[in-house]
């Protein structure tokens, strides 16, 4: 049996493609995962540099799962629904999939429906894969993530392992480790201890790289570390009394990202009781500057208190 997966990266294509990897897996079926360039070869290059990165992540997800594939780029000027068509033609393929975002009215009125297209003119059954961040589930949101996790504390790295175990974990205990991943790898999120392994560091290296990046701290726990961490560009800091909430988190700061936020309150809304708790009363009144301008900037999703 031969699939096709019509891919453009993103959100979207990341749930589509865990969508075929499994129908795959019951089917023993053999992947194509293409992904078209309407522009030919008039592509911008650096567009043309992501569609490879998504491509070899796609690629990397099937053999990883014992799938065998074949991922590339079409360019040849069609439309992305021309594309995928005539490619099914071209190689029997028995099965498509695609992913599609939700778009209003106008947008299909102007842009089309590349899924309406395909499902119109192929002809083999085509399914389609709904992205919706509002109620996707949390298993198929953390899916084969890539996280690099960064604490000298082993039982730490093994509880987080545990909790994410849906996730695929690289989990190091110095900085020189989280550097080196940093520079080899993709990652779509790092935890960080802040205490022995120079988090704030780390936090500096994913945030050039525009990682997600959640400070985890037991020693570091204090109102000049929170603030310093949000300064400094981290998503959220969780006291590792909270690990047991972690997937919590984890969601929360993809979800953020996703949605074009970084860093927003819902966490400190969740946590604020817990800093009042080891901060003490009036903790923010030390520093009433910083924590107004984070009032407004967040406060529709903080408490009102």
Not at 157 to 176: A, I, K, P, Q, W
Not at 232 to 259: M, T, W
């Amino acid at each position: 049996m031969k699939i096709l997966v019509g891919y453009n990266g993103g959100e979207v294509g990341r749930l589509v493609l865990s969508l075929a990897r499994d129908f795959a897996k019951t089917n023993n079926a053999f992947i194509y995962i293409v992904t078209s360039m309407k522009g030919g070869t008039a592509e911008k290059q650096s567009h043309i540099l992501q569609v490879k990165q998504d491509l070899d992540f796609a690629r990397e997800l099937m053999t990883k799962s014992g799938l065998k594939c074949d991922a590339k780029q079409i360019i040849r000027g069609l439309t992305p629904a021309e594309d995928l068509v005539k490619f099914a033609e071209e190689n029997d393929i028995d099965h498509i999939f695609l992913g599609i975002k939700k778009k209003s009215k106008a947008q299909k009125v102007i842009f089309g429906s590349t899924s309406k297209e395909v499902i119109l003119n192929a002809s083999c059954p085509v399914t389609i894969n709904k992205f919706d961040l509002d109620n996707i589930k949390v298993e198929d949101l953390l899916d084969n993530r890539r996280i690099l996790v960064v604490d000298d504390e082993p039982d730490i790295l093994e509880t987080v392992e545990e909790l994410l175990n849906m996730c695929s974990l690289d989990t190091v205990s110095s900085f020189d480790e989280a550097k080196n991943n940093l520079e080899n790898n993709q990652y779509d999120m790092a935890i960080l201890d802040i205490m022995g392994v120079k988090g704030y560091d780390v936090l500096e290296l994913t945030r050039k790289k525009n990682i997600p990046s959640l400070m985890l701290t037991a020693h570091a726990l204090t109102p000049e570390n929170l603030k310093e961490s949000i300064n400094k560009g981290a998503d959220s800091y969780i006291p590792k009394d909270e690990l047991a909430n972690l997937v919590i988190y984890v969601v929360d700061a993809i979800k953020a990202r996703i949605a074009g936020r970084q860093g927003y309150g819902a966490w400190f809304k969740t946590l604020k009781p817990s800093f009042d708790k080891s901060f003490g009363k009036g903790w923010r009144e030390k520093d009433r500057i910083f924590w107004n301008s984070f009032d407004e900037k967040y406060g529709k999703y903080l408490p009102r208190t």
